[in-house]
């Protein structure tokens, strides 16, 4: 049963585009989330986060939306650059959780941004 | 600040042989760590929750008697796969918490593949 869901296995973006991100969840008891960005071969990189008591966060190019209605989220990225690139993962944490709790993580979405 | 360390990023060895991958903080304490196994193109599973001076919390399907998991000190936990066979071939990646409503920060990963 897969609790975080990425439909979108693949996105391709022109550089200086928005790039579009999507995440839906199943489970109500998430309450934190994060998106991961990795390269093949390597570990996640932490991008950005968010509680479920709001509804956006910004740092820099990234922001993340929340929509707890919905059980939906995306990661917005503007202006796209080549070096964006990457897998990106969607990451929830369960209620009570902290940074210690347990990561779901979705399928993972490709993005490729285009000179 | 916030490092993790894994070792060694890649292993290719004979079925049959037990694999050890270890997993530190360089930076920071972490009294739970975590370990999460990727198969290609597919989404991060967590396997087990490692905690400091105590016993590993294992995902179900996860077998613990191949999978050990020894948490000895605030900076190092260690995952060793017992006779391992091509089937345990993956990517494993471990992680920490730095601290409450803080991200968690993951290793580079191991890429164990099994002859």
């Known amino acids: 049963d897969q609790q975080v869901k990425q439909n979108s296995p693949s996105l391709s973006v022109q550089e200086g585009r928005i790039s579009i991100l999507n995440c839906d969840y199943t489970?109500?008891?998430?309450?934190?989330f994060l998106w991961y960005k990795k390269y093949p071969a390597e570990g996640p990189t932490f991008l950005i986060s968010?509680?479920?008591?709001?509804d956006k966060n910004e740092d820099g190019r990234f922001t993340v939306f929340l929509n707890k209605s919905a059980k939906h989220l995306s990661l917005h990225i503007v202006p796209s650059q080549p070096g964006d690139s990457a897998v990106y993962f969607c990451a929830a944490i369960g209620a009570g959780g902290t940074s210690y709790g347990k990561l779901t993580f979705g399928q993972g979405t490709i993005l490729t941004v285009h000179p | 600040g916030a490092v993790v360390s894994q070792h060694p990023s890649w292993v290719i060895c004979k079925s049959g042989t037990s694999v050890k991958i270890e997993c530190r903080s360089l930076d920071f304490q972490a009294t739970t760590m975590f370990w999460y196994r990727q198969f290609p193109k597919q989404s991060l599973m967590l396997m087990a929750t490692s905690n400091e001076g105590s016993k590993a919390t294992y995902e179900q399907g996860v077998e613990k008697d191949k999978f050990l998991i020894n948490h000895a000190s605030l900076t190092l936990s260690t995952l060793t796969v017992t006779s391992a066979h091509p089937e345990d071939s993956s990517f494993y990646i471990c992680?920490?918490?730095?601290?409450?409503?803080?991200?968690?920060?993951f290793g580079d990963g191991t890429r164990l593949s099994i002859l």
């Open positions: 489970n109500s008891m998430f309450d934190y």
């Open positions: 968010i509680s479920s008591i709001k």
């Open positions: 992680s920490a918490g730095v601290g409450t409503d803080q991200p968690q920060h």
